[in-house]
């Protein structure tokens, strides 16, 4: 996934490297941050992989946050939240008398599951055809290579 410029405001923000701000609320009341360039498109903390999506890029100046919930691959957007309105009621310090205002409330939370299945099977399909060169192999290429070059070198003494 090749990162694009953002536009933010009508104007294109050109990202900088290590400018990106990751912030992971953990479950238990706290929070990690995590300095990552631009290039990168997915990380891990604590054995959770977060990707990087533009949607979910907040973006301060020329700086550029992405907020995660613990455990879920993809930062929190605005299209992502339900929301629902509930009237509350309170008393007011000042004339005691009790007024009732309409606040919004999340309601749930929805995650776009193909979005996390295409970005998992694409580097699944990466992990597939990568050429991994194990020890035994690495072995067996040097030696193909050296018995080359002494075949060379065999052929070389041959005519001279």
Known sequence: MKKVKIKH??????????NI??????????????????N????????NTYFLVDD??????????????????????HGYIKKESVKRSYTDRDTGKEKSVTISKIKGLNFD?????M????????EFTKNHVDLP?????????IGLIVGVINIGMWFL
Do not use: M, Q
């Not at 990168?40 to 054995?47: A, C, H, Y």
């Not at 970005?119 to 990466?126: E, I, P, S, W």
């Open 9 to 18: 405001n009508n104007e294109v923000v050109k990202p900088k490297l290590g």
């Open 21 to 38: 701000l990751c912030i992971i609320l953990k479950e238990g009341k706290g929070a990690k941050f995590r300095w990552l360039h631009d």
């Open 40 to 47: 990168d498109e997915r990380f891990s903390v604590d054995g």
């Open 56 to 77: 979910g890029t907040h973006i301060r100046g020329r700086l550029r946050i992405v907020v995660y919930l613990e455990g879920i691959s993809l930062p929190i957007h």
């Open 113 to 117: 599951s193909n979005v996390i299945d």
């Open 119 to 126: 970005l998992l099977n694409r580097n699944l399909a990466d």
């Open 137 to 145: 192999n690495l072995i067996i290429i040097l030696l193909l290579i």
